[in-house]
């Protein structure tokens, strides 16, 4: 597993990892919203499956699984992909993956730095897609109010960055605990 | 927590007949083509052929009204959050104002808007029936074969695939760690303390997740196994070739985006202007 990296962009178990990823993302995205408390926001936990999955599998997983998941899920459950939302998370994705691309969780490396890392990392990665993106191209595909799509994008982007910040980081933690450490064996005396 | 989705049927009509290569084509032209037009002479035009197909596509009611439904309230809240936020954007893109009634405040509904909002309407409706019946009529399997025709590279086509081959499974693991969390009273509903919630959910999240990766290793071992990705091409079970209904399909999408697209922007707006300017 640790030839991660090495392999071309699209190894096999990227492939798989995009395909079940997306699923993940088709079921959590209509099961998984849970209330928060705050009037017509909700806890989207499908976005800390994506920032899991960006921060195990790598961008290029990241991407797809935003792209290929929400698209399905747009789909299957309400008829029509809604693109600029889609195009977003996408974003998320990517950016999460390519600014976690130095952690090696996989070897159950995730402390203080790598969780620091990880956030900052979303953090970006959630201003980027909400806050700019995704409204931008709500005003120029949809011809969508301004103000309407900038505070829609507003509560969006920071409902998931607390979400992932809170279950994304506790995830990552546990699946790091999963793993066996490099150089965790030390012999006996 | 029955899902309601929309899901393939096999039937038989001249619209399941079609390859879904082009079931894929018109679907993906469509949208593009009802994106960038707001003329409403188009819009109009492009609903009532859209519902042509639907009719010749003989699709049950009952297999998509209650996604027709959640469609409708989402659409609705939508519509209303755009009045809320922006009651006069009509007023805005068309260049005239003619008040109907002052409602309160800043709130005066004119005609510019409310025949913006009913563009916007439109647009949404135009999309629609091709959506549904895209994805009513196109069986899963082909839709990979489909995709990879359209030069998608045939590995991402294999994880969208994938994707929709595991949906299911993905979602009973979902209602069976979700139940079982319940039986043992962990709550994720609104009676519980948001604290608790998310500890709660993330010991819904965590199995569901740990045997997804598991499941993830065993695929990719045994595609590994089989040699998946060894050559630049592949074939596709389900592939059936283009037939000459394909062909008369292709040729009446395109003529319809190509016609609506030059209407658009015969006069330099994508908007239609049945208002003077006062």
């Not at chain 1, 989207?44 to 290929?68: D, K, M, N, S």
């Not at chain 1, 979303?122 to 799509?149: H, R």
């Not at chain 2, 755009?82 to 005066?108: K, M, Q």
Request: net charge positive; aromatic share 12%; hydrophobic share 50%.
């Amino acid at each position: 597993m640790r030839s991660l990296g090495k392999q071309k962009v699209l190894s096999i178990k990227t492939i798989v990892a995009i395909g079940i990823g997306s699923a993940l993302f088709v079921i959590l995205g209509r099961f998984g919203s849970i209330p928060s408390g705050v009037p017509n926001t909700n806890i989207e936990t499908t976005y800390a499956l994506l920032a899991l999955f960006a921060l195990l599998y790598g961008p290029v997983a990241g991407l797809l699984i935003g792209l290929i998941g929400h698209t399905l899920k747009d789909a299957i459950f309400y008829g029509s992909p809604w693109f600029s939302w889609v195009i977003a998370s996408g974003l998320v994705g990517l950016i999460i993956g390519l600014l976690t691309s130095r952690i090696s969780i996989h070897d159950g490396e995730f402390g203080k730095r790598e969780l620091i890392r990880f956030n900052l990392a979303q953090i970006a990665a959630n201003a980027v897609a909400w806050f700019i993106v995704a409204p931008v191209l709500d005003i120029l595909i949809y011809a969508e109010p301004a103000n309407k799509v900038f505070t829609q994008g507003l509560i969006a982007g920071a409902a998931n960055i607390v979400t992932v910040a809170i279950i994304g980081s506790l995830l990552a933690v546990a699946y790091a605990k999963t793993r066996t450490k490099q150089g965790s064996l030390s012999r006996e005396a | 927590m029955k899902a309601n989705m929309l899901t393939f049927t096999k039937q038989d009509s001249p619209i399941h007949r079609l390859t879904g290569a082009t079931k894929l084509i018109i679907f993906v032209v469509w949208s593009v083509a009802a994106m960038i037009t707001y003329d409403t002479r188009c819009l109009a035009v492009m609903l009532v052929f859209s519902l042509f197909p639907f009719i010749l596509s003989k699709v049950k009611f009952r297999d998509y009204a209650f996604v027709l439904s959640l469609i409708l309230l989402f659409f609705l809240l939508n519509q209303l959050a755009i009045f809320i936020f922006s009651p006069l954007e009509g007023v805005r893109i068309y260049g005239s104002r003619h008040d109907i009634v002052h409602l309160a405040g800043r709130y005066t509904l004119t005609w510019e808007q409310l025949f913006y909002q009913f563009n916007i309407a439109l647009k949404y409706a135009v999309v629609l029936p091709m959506a549904l019946l895209f994805l009513l009529t196109t069986d899963p399997s082909e839709f990979a074969a489909s995709l990879n025709r359209l030069g998608v590279n045939y590995k991402i086509a294999y994880s969208v695939s994938l994707a929709l081959r595991y949906i299911p499974d993905v979602q009973r693991d979902y209602e069976n760690i979700s139940f079982s969390a319940q039986a043992r009273g962990i709550d994720i509903s609104r009676k519980e303390k948001l604290s608790r919630r998310v500890k709660n959910i993330i010991s819904i999240l965590m199995p569901l997740i740990l045997t997804s990766i598991e499941r993830i290793d065993k695929i990719s071992t045994a595609m590994e196994l089989r040699g998946f990705g060894r050559k630049t091409k592949r074939t596709w079970y389900k592939t059936r070739p283009f037939s000459s209904q394909d062909y008369i399909a292709l040729g009446l999408i395109a003529l319809i985006a190509i016609a609506s697209t030059v209407i658009t922007f015969y006069d330099g707006s994508r908007f239609y202007n049945l208002f003077e300017p006062n």
